[in-house]
């Protein structure tokens, strides 16, 4: 990692334990262009969040995917609690068919048990978007929501689908570095096959560095690479 060679702080994060999930066999798509939604799961066997994984899909040439993670959010009564941390992934990296992608999180210092929010934030129109795939029915342990506007009470929604992971085990999927930078790694068997570097510039997130390095391998021998 350049990071590692000049000297900068960074924290690597893996594959990881999964903590918590709401998986199932729903292929809803709730769009992103009309609402921003949230998730609540339960942080078990551990402090920290390493990565989470939520199943999207792009339209279009999609928009960025906004992630965030609160802590006492009570969505009925439109109380956003406390945001804890907030992840820009470029819509350059996400593919359009459906999948379950790996976001970077590297946060610290939690409660083990206690319950936590994902918020996914409105982006996009009506032809260029993400969708955020669940379930045709709620689930009373994973509560969902959705609302159109940035504050005010959220709807209840049916369930939607994601991991949290934690714990440094398996393959590395992600460096952070400089605060809002970080790299995602992507395997193809037991090789690396892409690389996703993001680093947005000093005022916002629009722009910045969005490459995407395709490794090229001639067997076990990599021989060369290619954005």
């Keep these: 990692?350049?990071?590692?060679?000049?000297?900068?702080?960074?924290?690597?994060?893996?594959?990881?334990?999964?903590?918590?999930?709401?998986?199932?066999?729903?292929?809803?798509?709730?769009?992103?262009?009309?609402?921003?939604?949230?998730a609540r799961f339960t942080l078990t066997g551990s402090t920290e969040i390493g990565r989470i994984e939520l199943e999207i899909d792009k339209d279009g040439t999609g928009a960025d995917l906004v992630v965030q993670i609160r802590q006492g959010m009570v969505p009925g009564s439109?109380?956003?609690?406390?945001?804890?941390?907030?992840?820009?992934?470029?819509?350059?990296?996400?593919?359009?068919?459906?999948?379950?992608?790996?976001?970077?999180?590297?946060?610290?210092?939690?409660?083990?048990?206690?319950?936590?929010?994902?918020?996914?934030?409105?982006?996009?129109?009506?032809?260029?978007?993400?969708?955020?795939?669940?379930?045709?029915?709620?689930?009373?342990?994973?509560?969902?929501?959705?609302?159109?506007?940035?504050?005010?009470?959220?709807?209840?929604n049916n369930a939607l689908h994601f991991r949290v992971y934690s714990g440094a085990s398996g393959d590395l999927r992600h460096s952070i570095y400089a605060g809002t930078g970080y790299t995602t790694v992507e395997y193809s068997g037991e090789v690396i096959s892409k690389v996703y570097r993001y680093l947005p510039p000093a005022d916002g997130p629009d722009g910045g560095i969005r490459d995407v390095l395709t490794y090229n391998w001639s067997g076990e021998y990599l021989i060369g690479g290619d954005v």
């Design 1 to 38: 990692m350049n990071q590692m060679l000049a000297l900068q702080p960074f924290v690597l994060l893996y594959e990881g334990t999964q903590r918590d999930a709401k998986t199932g066999a729903g292929v809803v798509e709730n769009s992103l262009a009309n609402y921003h939604y949230c």
């Design 78 to 156: 439109g109380n956003d609690g406390t945001l804890l941390k907030q992840v820009v992934v470029p819509k350059e990296f996400i593919p359009t068919s459906r999948t379950y992608w790996s976001i970077p999180v590297g946060l610290t210092g939690l409660t083990s048990g206690g319950q936590y929010w994902l918020v996914v934030v409105r982006a996009g129109d009506a032809t260029n978007k993400l969708d955020w795939v669940g379930e045709s029915s709620q689930d009373v342990n994973y509560p969902a929501y959705y609302r159109a506007g940035d504050s005010g009470a959220w709807t209840a």
